[in-house]
Every structure is written in structure tokens, then in C-alpha cells.
């Protein structure tokens, strides 16, 4: 939503890899099992798809990463694509949320089998109002794999927020709000 309001890219991580995989994609065979188990793909392979990825045209005035950095080593190599490419980042937000408002949300997120588009929690049909398609749940929304997600968050990824913390550049939003008042307040604190 930010980036729609801002008219730049918005680069989610999690949505190249989903394409990949629904591509049948050689990269998307071989991440497959690992996504569905809520594990990190590896390092190198997601750096090479935003190192493509931050190159091309449209991301020259800016864009939002989503879902990238998750681990130190991808923050690392963030910094030195910024630097090659002569940007910088202006903020990283952190948007906090309980662990059961968490869970909630991703047991009750909904995936449309026919044409992908996601559904939140609030969303009560069991139709795709895009294409008439079945609901369904993302294998990597299934209980026991929102656990190990979870846990790789606190083991990999919350260690970015002191990493970005010490540059200055993390701005925390109330992740518990409608989704209207979280892109309200990512638009009051953004510089
Ligand atoms: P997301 O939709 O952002 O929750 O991402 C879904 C899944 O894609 C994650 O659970 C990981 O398996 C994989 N993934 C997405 N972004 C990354 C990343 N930056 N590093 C490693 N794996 C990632």
C-alpha cells in the first residue's frame, strides 16, 4: 500500500519466491521444501534475486524492500549493493505486533488456488472475488510451520532490528492497527 501511495516498486521477497515456485521455476523446485517447512532459503540465493532485481529501471527513484534483509549476512550485502548503486536507505520500519495477533493473522490468511491473490483474516467469503477461484491456505501458514517461522524470526531476523537500530534508521509502527491506520502512520513518520 505504501509503495502504491509513493509510485514506486514494492519488492516482496516472499511474493518473487511464491512466483518462482508456482513457475515451476528451477529456482522454485529447489526452494519449495523449504519454504513449505518455514525455513530461510539460502543466503546467497535471495541476495542474487534483489541484487537483479535492484538494478532494473524501475527502481532508480526508490522502492520498499519487504521481506529482505532477514538475516545479518543479507543486511551485509544490502549495504553494499546500496553503496555500488549510490543509494541509501531511508528507513526501516519495524512494525510490532503480539505473537498471538500474529498467529492469527496468518492461520486466518487465505490464498486463492486459481489465481494467487492473498485475503486477510477479515476477509469472510470462501470465493476469490477476482476470479470466482477456491480459497485455500498457504502450506507455509499451517500451524506448525507459523511455529518454525516464529522461531527463525527470533533467531535469524530480530537481531537486524539492533543492526538497524545502531544506524539510526529504525521507525516503529503499532503493526496491531487497521491496515488503513498502519500505512497512515508509515506515511506521518517516514522522512
Ligand atoms: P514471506 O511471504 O515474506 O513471509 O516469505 C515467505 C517465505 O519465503 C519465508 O518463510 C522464507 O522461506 C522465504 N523468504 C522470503 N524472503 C526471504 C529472505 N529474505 N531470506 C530467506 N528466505 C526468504
Known amino acids: 500500500m ?32 523449504i519454504i513449505n517447512a518455514g525455513k530461510l532459503i539460502p543466503d546467497e540465493r535471495i541476495i542474487d534475486v534483489i541484487k537483479h532485481r535492484l538494478q532494473s529501471k524501475d527502481c532508480a527513484n526508490g522502492f520498499v524492500l519487504d521481506g529482505f534483509p532477514r538475516t545479518t549476512a543479507q543486511a551485509i550485502a544490502l549495504d553494499i549493493m546500496l553503496s555500488q548503486l549510490r543509494m541509501e536507505l531511508d528507513a526501516v520500519l519495524l512494525l510490532n505486533a503480539s505473537k498471538k495477533e500474529i498467529v492469527r493473522r496468518l492461520s486466518g490468511r487465505r490464498v486463492c488456488i486459481q489465481c494467487g491473490k492473498i485475503y486477510t483474516v477479515d476477509y469472510k467469503k470462501s470465493v476469490c472475488e477476482k ?4 480459497l485455500g491456505i498457504r502450506d507455509d501458514d499451517k500451524p506448525e510451520v507459523i511455529e518454525r517461522r ?34 497512515n502512520d508509515v506515511l506521518a513518520v517516514l522522512p
Open 131 to 134: 476470479c470466482g477461484g477456491r
Open 150 to 183: 516464529l522461531e527463525v524470526y527470533e533467531k535469524q531476523t530480530a537481531p537486524l532490528v539492533d543492526y538497524y537500530r545502531e544506524k539510526d534508521l529504525i521507525l516503529e509502527i503499532n503493526g496491531e492497527q487497521s491496515p488503513e491506520k498502519v500505512l
Open 2 to 33: 505504501f509503495a502504491h501511495a509513493k509510485s514506486i516498486p514494492h519488492l516482496s521477497t516472499g511474493d518473487i519466491l511464491r512466483k518462482e515456485m508456482a513457475d515451476k521455476t528451477q529456482l522454485g523446485e529447489k526452494i519449495a521444501p
